[in-house]
């Protein structure tokens, strides 16, 4: 059972991504097409976390991406709000590095939104969502290698899911 709730919106120019709950690798979809999707006009992306509980690996991962993604387009990253438990899950993968941390009251802009729905439903699809653990998994080991000994075998274990899925059946 899930108990996380993902709304990403576009609000002029900032994409602003309000999770709540516990945020795992149902929600790694939309992230990672976000990740590959970025509006050419935007200034920043915003996490607003305030009611985010927990985050898993793959969670980070792609959060890692859309960082990096920014990043390459000399944008800016920032999390709102974040509670320590989960700064401190950051901050153990390394990847803390990629955002500016605020404390400000965000909210999204209702109807403006990045997919086609403003609560972004999750993603149960097993191909998708094999594909964005593979890529969230490699961008933590991407941005800190130390983190290759914690997930090289989450990647390769996905990896060969992922080959078994793509795989036309006979």
Request: proline share 4%.
């Given at each position: 059972m899930n108990n996380a709730n993902l709304m990403i919106s576009e609000d002029g120019?900032?994409?602003i991504i309000?999770?709540?709950g516990r945020a795992n690798f149902d929600y790694a979809v939309p992230l990672r097409e976000l990740s590959r999707n970025l509006s050419p006009n935007y200034r920043k992306i915003v996490f607003e976390m305030s009611?985010?509980?927990a985050v898993d690996s793959t969670f980070m991962g792609v959060m890692t991406m859309l960082a990096?993604?920014?990043r390459t387009q000399g944008k800016r990253t920032s999390i709102c709000n974040i509670t320590p438990t989960v700064f401190g899950l950051?901050?153990?993968?390394g990847?803390?590095?990629l955002f500016v941390f605020e404390e400000k009251e965000i909210t999204a802009a209702p109807g403006k939104t990045a997919d086609s729905a403003l609560n972004v439903a999750a993603n149960t699809e097993?191909?998708?969502r094999a594909r964005a653990v593979v890529d969230a998994h490699k961008a933590l080991v991407d941005i800190e290698p130390g983190n290759a000994a914690k997930f090289d075998k989450v990647i390769e274990f996905a990896e060969k899911?992922?080959?078994k899925m793509e795989k036309p059946t006979e």
């Open positions: 120019d900032s994409y309000q999770v709540s009611g985010c509980t990096l993604a920014a950051l901050k153990g993968l990847v803390d590095k097993a191909l998708p899911d992922l080959k």
